[in-house]
């Protein structure tokens, strides 16, 4: 017990909404407990609280570490607590409660009963659990965006817009560490060009202020791009030590005060590799000696020694929680640690194929939020060195083929299913070589597209799948698109509609062949007499009759799909896009961006990067015909980073350059690049 407060070694950064906060309980309450896992502040955020009350108020303290306390001798402090503090208006703080599991509870409960002139602000891993008590969940520092791009840039696989330097070091992680850094190295600066390694440091030590500032403290042995490194390929060994006590330590003193539920419990969470709600974390880690519900107990427990994460309800281990409880868990009961891998991958099968269900009913959007929040988890589930094997990776993939291919994400897809299939054993799946084969397809890569198109037609001869024989004659004809070779791109996506069942199980839907095809009519001859919907009249079907053009699939046309259905917005996206470029060879100047703007609206909100880039360079030839020709380069400059390499020129470049000064062209690319689309569109 000790009657002043520990002195402040280093400036306090950030924590003014809760500094306010808690200070306000204090006014009226008698038990306020700070929570929250080791290093995320509490011990701090508490000396900082009691130095504003003293300065402001006068307000009488007494400090007790419980983490000193010896429980044999805890009769004899409450005793010494009881006698110094009678007949005060004192506030008690009790430092590190979790040291003292259930015997705080019984202490910080007798003293308030004893001194009614007592109020206690406690710190603890765990609440107390006492009817007095108002909990104070510490949360991290505040932390600069992920690289999670905005509306515009093409969906979350393009790069992130740059942030200025002075607005990154708003964020008080970002602070701290910058403050510490030159406290171990009186150079180092924070630049335009190690903010963004900076911050994905801060990212990934989940704004706990100890891991920080132990990070911080080596910065005169690693830059930050070096220290990521160093905590990706052993967070236990980069976490071990350094400025102060090492993260790695809090986290082993955690496991050791916990009940042994508790610890089975984090040893099984540690399979996540992002965030989770309570139900997913109990579905995976009740099984054996602990059941379903005995898990989901102790989880409710367990919440405050987790860190928030992704809205409300969901959660995440602290990086060096999980790195110690993934190590216990490996070096566990033997096949407890694959039981919970495969619980976790079938977990994540299940969500992969309910996305994949609601793309299918037309809920884009919200299979693409549901596909992109479980992420961190469908990309462990996809490992095919995990405990599951290639053939349940390639799985999943396959259900996710529309977050490769139509929300921006197509290189990540790639590599997911090309290191799948190369640890996978001959014969390898149609499914999966089909996906692999659209994926190149998608980026222009033809000849890497061809060993995988007769690999895979192979496969599916053999395997009976028809779906997939349908799905392959896309491919081709979008191997065709490329090379501008549009009569025989039509001819292929006639022979995939021939094939393609009414309801295919996976892969797109008849209404994206069908977009699909009218791409192909759009190039093949876009000057004869437009039919009511201003596309060709009727072309021969895949049965030898008429098949509808791409009005057909819009909103209220026969192919919107069934009843009670919402069709397929995606293809009617670029089925838009198809009647846009056909509008514009007819000089139906309206019509065309008209089309263009409803292409756009739907690409942007899903994140089709190579989408928005087509339709952003034809929207910029019809902005360039109108004289608006900044306006258009803009257009070029913010799709710059997300067409295809493969991809030829934009036809509008070479007028604007004729148009505009070398350096007004290159201004303009620059804001361009710099602007979200969505801010760039004109008005309809």
Known sequence: MRQTVPAELSSFIGRERELAAVAKLLAVERLVTLTGPAGIGKTRLAVRTVRSLTSSDGSDVCWAEAARADPPRLPELEAGLAAALAGREVLLVLDGCEQLPGQ???LAGRLLAALPGLRILATSQRRLWLREEVEVAVPPLSLPPGPVVVGGHGGPGAPAER?????????????????????????????????????ALCRALDGIPGALELAAGRSHQYAPDQALRRLAADPLTFLAGGAGRGTRVDAERSYRLAPPAERLVQERLSVFAGSFDLAAAAEVCGFG?????????????????LLADGGPGRYRLPLSVRAHAARRLAHGPAGDGTTAARRHHERCRVLAEKAAQLWREGAQEAARELALRELPELRAAMNPLSA???????????????????????EEGRRHVERALALHPAPRPARALWLAAWLVASLGEAAAADPLLVEAWSAAV???????????????????LWEERYEDAAGEFLEGLELLPEEPEFGPGREALRAAYAMALAHTDPTPPPAEDGLPGPLPGPSGGPLAGPSAILPGGPGSGPSGRRGDPWARAWSDFARAVVHRHEGRQAAARAALLRTLGTLIALGDGVGQAFAAEVLAELEADRGRYAEAARLLGCVSRTRPAAAPAPRAERVLRARLSPEAFRSALREGARTPLSRLLPEP
């Open 163 to 199: 942030m200025p330097v002075a607005e990154m070091a708003g964020y008080a992680a970002v602070r701290l560490f910058e403050e510490r850094a030159r406290g171990a190295d009186p150079l180092f600066v924070l630049t335009e060009r190690n903010a963004a390694d900076v911050a």
């Open 104 to 106: 705080a509870r019984g």
């Open 289 to 305: 000696v602990l059941t379903r519900e005995g898990a989901a107990e102790v989880l409710r427990d367990l919440v405050p020694a």
């Open 388 to 410: 599951t094997g290639p053939a349940a990776a390639l799985e999943i993939a396959v259900s996710l083929w529309f977050l490769w291919s139509a929300c921006g994400l197509t």
């Open 462 to 480: 053999q395997e009976g799948e028809d779906t997939c024989l349908a799905y392959l004659a896309h491919v081709r004809g979008t191997v065709a």
